[in-house]
């Protein structure tokens, strides 16, 4: 898509319908936008808001936010001030779940969530807004939790005046929204561990914890958590007995790699699961298997969990699994996108989803 030409807009340096007075001469004048500092502590914010009355007594302080000269601005037609722009674009970005956090401070608004979900951006969409040059939006990374009321974007125009008609191109490219929250539902887990070594008392199951601690930082919690020894049959039985149990998404763990004895792959075909796919582009949990099972009320997804998961913190479920709750379908294409960012860095102190893993 072509880029349209930035006539018509007025720069931070100054342009046609803009007018600079020195300080000194702007006593009793009212200011175009609002001027920024640099606090003691190291902090930014408005020393003046747009439209302040200069007064004598402000010449000292303007002078230590390095103003020399001052814009009186003059807006013809065609133009729009940068609030009045901000405000346009952050209309035209927030989709469903997103809505502006206030009036405009500094030439920028925010949007925000309005419910607590999952941040959905349409980055096609949103590249091509910022490729017009002269209007902008940063976001939080897509697929990020967020809470009600928490920022997830921020918008302005870069010139202090800009043409409405590159507003109304950049309102055009971000039509139905860029950015949304979608709602996800409370976990309900059912969880069968499998392995003989489990079944049999030899080995302590540590799954079932792990996985009610999840579940419980979601709102929600576990169904149920059967342990079945290494045999489709009886790994099937216990997953069945799960999804009657109300579960909205069943997990097997354990089972998923090579040995003769992983038989979760074999439960999924006996269940008839739909659109199972084996392996992911993530390091830790490669060896994941998601797939749909037939219920009553449409499907319940299936997890196949490998074993990495009591070894790492955040592994391919933890990627995962808000998505499912929020109704989004993954399949190949969606793990092999886990692909770019999908290696964990390992940190000594886990500090995951803050962290680049899985963005």
């Given at each position: 898509?072509?880029?349209?030409?930035?006539?018509?807009?007025?720069?931070?340096?100054?342009?046609?319908?803009?007018?600079?007075?020195?300080?000194?001469?702007?006593?009793?004048?009212?200011?175009?936008?609002?001027?920024?500092?640099?606090?003691?502590?190291?902090?930014?914010?408005?020393?003046?808001?747009?439209?302040?009355?200069?007064?004598?007594?402000?010449l000292?302080?303007?002078?230590?936010?390095?103003?020399?000269?001052?814009?009186?601005?003059?807006?013809?037609?065609?133009?729009?001030?940068?609030?009045?722009?901000?405000?346009?674009?952050?209309?035209?970005l927030c989709?469903?779940?997103v809505?502006?956090?206030?009036?405009?401070?500094?030439?920028?608004?925010?949007?925000?969530?309005?419910?607590?979900?999952?941040?959905?951006?349409?980055?096609?969409?949103?590249?091509?807004?910022?490729?017009?040059?002269?209007?902008?939006?940063?976001?939080l990374?897509?697929?990020?939790?967020?809470?009600?009321?928490?920022?997830?974007?921020?918008?302005?125009?870069?010139?202090?005046?800009?043409?409405?008609?590159?507003?109304?191109?950049?309102?055009?490219?971000?039509a139905?929204?860029?950015?949304?929250?979608?709602?996800?539902?409370?976990?309900?887990?059912?969880?069968?561990?499998?392995?003989?070594?489990?079944?049999?008392?030899?080995?302590?199951?540590?799954?079932?914890?792990?996985?009610?601690?999840?579940?419980?930082?979601?709102?929600?919690?576990?169904?149920?958590?059967?342990?079945?020894?290494?045999?489709?049959?009886?790994?099937?039985?216990?997953?069945?007995?799960?999804?009657?149990?109300?579960?909205?998404?069943?997990?097997?763990?354990?089972?998923?790699?090579?040995?003769?004895?992983?038989?979760?792959?074999?439960?999924?075909?006996?269940?008839g699961?739909?659109?199972?796919?084996?392996?992911?582009?993530?390091?830790?949990?490669?060896?994941?298997l998601?797939?749909?099972?037939?219920?009553?009320?449409?499907?319940?997804?299936?997890?196949?969990?490998?074993?990495?998961?009591?070894?790492?913190?955040?592994?391919?479920?933890?990627?995962?699994?808000?998505?499912?709750?929020?109704?989004?379908?993954?399949?190949?294409?969606?793990?092999?996108?886990?692909?770019?960012?999908?290696?964990?860095l390992?940190?000594?102190?886990?500090?995951?989803?803050?962290?680049?893993?899985?963005?």
């Amino acid at each position: 898509m072509g880029e349209p030409s930035g006539a018509g807009t007025v720069g931070r340096g100054g342009a046609a319908g803009a007018r600079t007075v020195a300080v000194d001469e702007a006593v009793g004048l009212a200011l175009a936008h609002d001027l920024t500092e640099i606090r003691p502590d190291g902090g930014k914010g408005a020393a003046f808001r747009r439209g302040h009355i200069v007064r004598e007594a402000d010449l000292p302080r303007l002078r230590r936010c390095g103003k020399e000269h001052v814009f009186i601005l003059e807006i013809g037609a065609g133009q729009l001030h940068e609030d009045e722009a901000a405000v346009r674009l952050a209309a035209a970005l927030c989709g469903d779940g997103v809505a502006a956090a206030g009036a405009p401070r500094e030439g920028r608004v925010d949007l925000a969530a309005t419910r607590d979900g999952l941040l959905q951006v349409d980055r096609a969409a949103l590249l091509d807004f910022n490729l017009l040059g002269e209007v902008m939006c940063a976001s939080l990374h897509t697929n990020t939790l967020v809470r009600r009321g928490q920022r997830v974007a921020g918008t302005r125009a870069i010139p202090l005046v800009i043409g409405e008609s590159l507003v109304a191109e950049a309102v055009r490219r971000a039509a139905g929204g860029v950015l949304s929250v979608r709602e996800i539902a409370p976990p309900r887990i059912g969880v069968v561990v499998t392995g003989s070594e489990v079944s049999r008392g030899l080995v302590v199951d540590r799954f079932g914890p792990l996985l009610e601690r999840k579940a419980a930082a979601l709102g929600g919690g576990i169904v149920g958590v059967h342990i079945a020894p290494d045999d489709e049959a009886a790994i099937a039985a216990r997953l069945r007995e799960l999804l009657a149990s109300g579960a909205n998404l069943l997990v097997a763990t354990g089972g998923m790699s090579v040995d003769p004895d992983d038989r979760t792959r074999f439960a999924a075909d006996l269940l008839g699961a739909r659109d199972v796919v084996y392996g992911a582009a993530v390091l830790p949990g490669s060896m994941c298997l998601v797939g749909y099972l037939p219920a009553p009320e449409g499907e319940v997804p299936l997890v196949g969990l490998p074993a990495c998961a009591l070894a790492h913190e955040a592994t391919v479920f933890d990627l995962i699994l808000p998505r499912l709750l929020a109704g989004e379908r993954i399949g190949r294409r969606e793990l092999a996108e886990f692909g770019h960012g999908g290696l964990c860095l390992r940190c000594e102190a886990c500090r995951h989803p803050i962290c680049p893993f899985g963005k």
